[in-house]
């Protein structure tokens, strides 16, 4: 069920973004004077599709089958992609009948410099738009809510953070001379500014203030699990029983929150299921709170180290939301595109170049992109936008770079022709077009190869 979810999830993500880029290729080239002969969601052999010469039909279009300017709309086999086929271009088709005949009026080829330049940059343009409008939303609907703790509640056992020091009941005060006022600053600290470099913790600790420090050689690529800080507050809360298991048959319900484990108090979600896993097949105490009343009974976790609960982490500590209206939003929007979307992506890349963060380990591909879709659906609808509008960003971002075979490689070769007067030969593009099309193929096999060898 897990990998269907994760498939499900991924193809979903994928389409939109797919659809969203391609359909910028598609309206601008139209918008322009040009025919799209082809709309395709996927890549590969033809499905199924529907244009207006022949309407719906399944498989392969006749070989010498003339669309008369009309757009074939298809599915093809392979979901992971997509692409608008424009008359007149050289383009990952690869078709060069083309070249043997006469420019054509509603040809790519035939068209002004600056108009081709729009056609090449709309499907980036829709990308970043799409990441816009999103956390446009989010900011108006949902606004921000902060954490307001910098207490850290459990350090989980053999991590890194356990390993240096940090405590339970540790207040953090600054990381690299950047001072902290909540845990979202720990987070935005440790995962994304400071990724991949060395961290000093100023940590107040008994009215005591001391400093630990984390060489980067021991962070890399981090999350919550091998760092190993939680904040303080969070409360196990069950959100469901399963039927048959220990849970069930000591008494525990939906609702139920789960206060101390096996001798310990829980001061999170985290440690719970933690000590679940240390004591499996041991008989322990456990208590919990019902509608505020004190319950307790002796459960034994099993063999696959469960007792039979999903387990929410609910909050209880202090937060600030901040609020936007519709014209406050905008700014908020602008810098949620410009932070996640391009200082975060750039200083990743250059930290990479730099060997701060391991190459294997920066780059994601498909295998990785499903399990973060799956991932972020299960923190629900917000998360799931948050991370779509994330991944555009990303998208758009990669398209844009000036490389063959990328919208950005072809936006260099228009922009050759629009300063020298003189377009690139033909034969030149469908060679770039090659080196760079192979390129890309080997990086794709090698992120995937990565992606599989780093599954756990």
């Avoid at 082809?38 to 498989?59: A, E």
């Avoid at 001379?177 to 979202?184: G, L, Y």
């Avoid at 879709?373 to 000036?402: C, D, R, W």
Wanted: hydrophobic fraction near 45%; glycine fraction near 8%.
């Amino acid at each position: 069920m897990e990998l269907i979810n994760t498939i499900f999830y991924f193809l979903i993500v994928i389409g939109i973004l797919v659809f969203i880029h391609e359909f910028g290729h598609f309206m601008a080239a139209r918008l322009c004077g040009m025919r799209a002969d082809v709309f395709s969601l996927g890549i590969g052999n033809r499905v199924l599709g529907f244009n207006k010469k022949n309407r719906f039909t399944f498989g392969k279009l006749p070989k010498d089958f003339d669309l008369e300017g009309y757009t074939d709309y298809r599915i093809c086999t392979l979901p992971i992609g997509g692409y608008v086929k424009i008359a007149g271009m050289i383009d990952e088709s690869m078709d060069k009948e083309f070249l043997n005949a006469e420019p054509k009026p509603w040809e790519y080829r035939s068209k002004p410099v600056w108009k081709r330049m729009i056609v090449i940059t709309a499907g980036v343009i829709m990308n970043v738009v799409l990441a816009f409008l999103i956390f446009y939303t989010l900011n108006l609907v949902k606004g921000k809510t902060l954490t307001e703790t910098t207490t850290i509640g459990y350090v989980s056992k053999n991590s890194v953070a356990m390993e240096f020091g940090l405590k339970e009941n540790d207040k953090i005060e600054e990381i690299n001379n950047t001072k902290i006022n909540s845990w979202d600053d720990i987070q935005n600290q440790v995962y994304l500014d400071k990724l991949g470099e060395t961290l000093n913790f100023n940590i107040l600790r008994d009215s005591k203030e001391i400093i630990i420090t984390i060489p980067k050689e021991r962070l890399n690529i981090l999350t919550d699990k091998n760092l190993g800080i939680y904040p303080e507050k969070v409360v196990p809360l069950i959100n469901s029983v399963v039927s048959g298991k220990p849970a069930e048959k000591c008494g525990l319900v939906k609702g139920d929150i789960i206060t101390k484990f096996a001798g310990e108090n829980i001061l999170h979600s985290q440690k719970l299921i933690d000590l679940i896993k240390y004591n499996a097949n041991k008989e322990c105490n456990m208590e919990w709170l019902r509608d505020g009343h004190p319950m307790s009974a002796m459960v034994t976790p099993g063999a696959d180290s469960t007792i039979g609960i999903e387990v929410t982490a609910k909050y209880e500590g202090p937060v600030k939301i901040i609020s936007y209206n519709v014209f406050t939003a905008v700014p908020k929007a602008f810098y949620d595109l410009y932070y996640y979307g391009i200082e975060v992506f750039f200083k990743s890349i250059a930290k990479v170049i730099k060997g701060d963060i391991p190459f294997k380990k920066a780059i994601g591909g498909p295998v990785k992109i499903a399990q973060a879709s799956a991932q972020s659906a299960e923190g629900g609808f917000f998360t799931f936008i948050g991370f779509l509008a994330l991944l555009s960003m990303s998208l758009a971002i990669i398209n844009i770079l000036p490389f063959p075979a990328l919208d950005g490689g072809h936006f260099m070769i228009l922009l050759y022709e629009a300063i020298t007067k003189r377009p690139v030969s033909y034969k030149v593009q469908i060679a770039l077009q090659n080196i760079g099309f192979i390129i890309l193929l080997a990086l794709m096999l090698f992120v995937i190869y990565n992606d599989i060898t780093s599954i756990k």
